[in-house]
């Protein structure tokens, strides 16, 4: 029987990692992953996970043997963040053009410079295009989830792509949280073995990674974009099953007090849990507004997102990122979404919480009631920054 | 991939753009990238098979009557082989068509 576990985030994502029977690691550490991949080597040195453990001289090299290893036919899990991910970068393309089901946790961490090590979403916004399915969550429970679920997933016949999993560096990654850990029956149960089609074999030798001159380029890419919009079904297959097993079922927008709210707030990640703080204390205040979560943020859900905001006519939106020169990117992503629509709510769009600091639930209210003014002002600034010292 | 890529839809692509044949780039008309092409004076032909060494493509092959001659079908009109020749056999022409 799973057992509830007072349990440091990242730790238990290892021991999800372990649940899943890995094969492969390759990972090299950085802040605030470390503690993910150190604790998989510990796993791997004391014989409790029977996994192969490469450790690397750079992330480059991280993502390149994962390439390798899944390609053979093994189940393959990474972890890295900012400066990290952005040194594999090259490499997270090829990951998913190949379609290997490699699936990586990514404690998301601010970009340099000025040098950060602590919490943002620029390191996901860097790696938007690269062709993986992304996962969004918001506690250690989720985290433990959509790992095992990930892998499911990636390496269903239909999907065979890459997963990411997002987590808040330090303000989700380092917490000690209470988690339901799956014993390792259910697990096996719910995750079947990896079975690549066509893995590297000397007795049936492939090409792999091979060049495609402009004759085919372009039939590739759209094979692919077929690919990972289609994976979607499987996607919620999988949640539905996770679900029906083990109680805890996932969306690909998640919403919180949405219902008959002419103002929403949307957040991804670990913050979302500070916003529901301030959505309660405003609805006891008679308020109605309320909080949606894009938790699948690719492949997009357009559809899910139309449903949630068709009867707004305000949505605040807190961006951990800046898109500099541009603005919010995920205000702007919303923003395109429910463009086709014919009613389209005013979208107003917030960064904050850079580089570590904190959105508290008050920050939550002076955010929404300064969105409420400028929705009310009928102004079309693209964003404003929050919380900047002026 | 299929033989025929410029009839290849996207649905024909493999898995990851695999190649499962094995020997994909002897069907590759590598050929039709060539702007010049190179032309013979085998009067001057010593036979010393320099150019067939130099020749990246590796798609020259003496013929019956012993001559050293590139197969158009691979060559992509590098000249190289005219460049290297100490007899000056070899002369790179424009293609026309």
């Given at each position: 029987?799973?057992?509830?576990?007072?349990?440091?985030?990242?730790?238990?994502?290892?021991?999800?990692?372990?649940?899943?029977?890995?094969?492969?690691?390759?990972?090299?550490?950085?802040?605030?992953?470390?503690?993910?991949?150190?604790?998989?080597?510990?796993?791997?040195?004391?014989?409790?996970?029977?996994?192969?453990?490469?450790?690397?001289?750079?992330?480059?090299?991280?993502?390149?043997?994962?390439?390798?290893?899944?390609?053979?036919?093994?189940?393959?899990?990474?972890?890295?963040?900012?400066?990290?991910?952005?040194?594999?970068?090259e490499v997270v393309y090829v990951?998913?053009?190949?379609?290997?089901?490699?699936?990586?946790?990514?404690?998301?961490?601010?970009?340099?410079?000025?040098?950060?090590?602590?919490?943002?979403?620029?390191?996901?916004?860097?790696?938007?295009?690269?062709?993986?399915?992304?996962?969004?969550?918001?506690?250690?429970?989720?985290?433990?989830?959509?790992?095992?679920?990930?892998?499911?997933?990636?390496?269903?016949?239909?999907?065979?792509?890459?997963?990411?999993?997002?987590?808040?560096?330090?303000?989700?990654?380092?917490?000690?949280?209470?988690i339901m850990m799956p014993?390792?029956?259910?697990?096996?149960?719910?995750?079947?073995?990896?079975?690549?089609?066509?893995?590297?074999?000397?007795?049936?030798?492939?090409?792999?990674?091979?060049?495609?001159?402009?004759i085919v380029f372009t039939e590739a890419k759209w094979a692919q974009e077929m690919n990972l919009e289609q994976s979607k079904d499987v996607i919620l297959e999988v949640w539905k099953k996770f679900g029906d097993k083990f109680g805890r079922y996932y969306n690909p927008v998640e919403c919180y007090r949405c219902d008959d709210c002419e103002t929403l707030i949307m957040t991804m990640g670990s913050f979302s849990e500070t916003a529901m703080m301030a959505i309660d204390k405003l609805r006891e205040e008679g308020k109605k507004i309320g909080l949606f979560r894009i938790r699948l943020w690719r492949p997009f859900p357009f559809e899910e997102v139309r449903e949630t905001v068709k009867n707004a006519k305000a949505i605040i939106v807190l961006d951990?990122?800046?898109?500099?020169?541009?603005?919010?990117?995920?205000?702007?992503?919303?923003?395109?979404?429910?463009?086709?629509?014919?009613?389209?709510p005013k979208i107003m769009g917030f960064v904050g919480g850079l580089g570590g600091r904190d959105i508290t639930p008050t920050d939550f209210e002076k955010i929404i009631k300064r969105g409420l003014e400028i929705a009310a002002a009928g102004s079309n600034r693209e964003f404003e920054i929050y919380g900047v010292r002026e | 991939?299929?033989?025929?890529?410029?009839?290849?839809?996207?649905?024909?692509?493999?898995i990851?753009?695999?190649?499962?044949?094995?020997?994909?780039?002897?069907?590759?008309?590598?050929?039709?990238?060539?702007?010049?092409?190179?032309?013979?004076?085998f009067s001057?032909?010593?036979k010393c098979a320099i150019c067939q060494t130099y020749c990246p493509e590796g798609c020259i092959h003496q013929n019956e009557k012993g001559n050293y001659v590139?197969?158009?079908?691979?060559?992509?009109?590098?000249?190289?082989c005219a460049k290297e020749c100490p007899k000056k056999v070899i002369t790179m022409i424009e293609e026309k068509e």
């Amino acid at each position: 029987m799973a057992k509830r576990t007072g349990i440091e985030v990242s730790i238990a994502v290892s021991e999800a990692v372990k649940l899943a029977n890995t094969d492969v690691i390759a990972a090299y550490p950085i802040t605030p992953q470390t503690h993910i991949v150190e604790h998989l080597a510990e796993l791997v040195a004391q014989g409790e996970l029977n996994a192969e453990y490469i450790p690397v001289e750079s992330e480059h090299s991280a993502m390149s043997a994962c390439l390798g290893s899944s390609a053979a036919g093994a189940r393959t899990f990474t972890a890295t963040a900012g400066q990290g991910l952005e040194l594999m970068h090259e490499v997270v393309y090829v990951a998913s053009s190949m379609r290997l089901p490699i699936v990586m946790a990514v404690a998301n961490r601010a970009l340099s410079g000025p040098l950060s090590v602590w919490g943002d979403h620029s390191d996901v916004m860097s790696v938007r295009d690269t062709g993986w399915i992304q996962i969004f969550v918001e506690n250690g429970q989720e985290a433990v989830d959509n790992t095992i679920c990930a892998f499911r997933m990636a390496e269903d016949s239909r999907v065979l792509l890459p997963v990411m999993v997002h987590l808040d560096g330090f303000h989700l990654s380092h917490m000690v949280e209470p988690i339901m850990m799956p014993d390792q029956k259910e697990v096996d149960e719910f995750l079947p073995p990896f079975n690549y089609p066509l893995p590297l074999d000397p007795s049936k030798p492939v090409t792999m990674g091979a060049f495609a001159p402009p004759i085919v380029f372009t039939e590739a890419k759209w094979a692919q974009e077929m690919n990972l919009e289609q994976s979607k079904d499987v996607i919620l297959e999988v949640w539905k099953k996770f679900g029906d097993k083990f109680g805890r079922y996932y969306n690909p927008v998640e919403c919180y007090r949405c219902d008959d709210c002419e103002t929403l707030i949307m957040t991804m990640g670990s913050f979302s849990e500070t916003a529901m703080m301030a959505i309660d204390k405003l609805r006891e205040e008679g308020k109605k507004i309320g909080l949606f979560r894009i938790r699948l943020w690719r492949p997009f859900p357009f559809e899910e997102v139309r449903e949630t905001v068709k009867n707004a006519k305000a949505i605040i939106v807190l961006d951990r990122a800046i898109s500099l020169g541009m603005g919010g990117p995920v205000a702007s992503e919303l923003r395109n979404a429910l463009y086709p629509l014919e009613k389209r709510p005013k979208i107003m769009g917030f960064v904050g919480g850079l580089g570590g600091r904190d959105i508290t639930p008050t920050d939550f209210e002076k955010i929404i009631k300064r969105g409420l003014e400028i929705a009310a002002a009928g102004s079309n600034r693209e964003f404003e920054i929050y919380g900047v010292r002026e | 991939m299929t033989n025929s890529e410029d009839k290849m839809t996207w649905k024909d692509v493999e898995i990851g753009c695999i190649v499962t044949k094995p020997g994909s780039a002897t069907i590759t008309q590598t050929g039709d990238w060539r702007s010049r092409r190179p032309t013979y004076d085998f009067s001057k032909c010593i036979k010393c098979a320099i150019c067939q060494t130099y020749c990246p493509e590796g798609c020259i092959h003496q013929n019956e009557k012993g001559n050293y001659v590139a197969d158009l079908f691979y060559c992509k009109g590098c000249g190289i082989c005219a460049k290297e020749c100490p007899k000056k056999v070899i002369t790179m022409i424009e293609e026309k068509e």
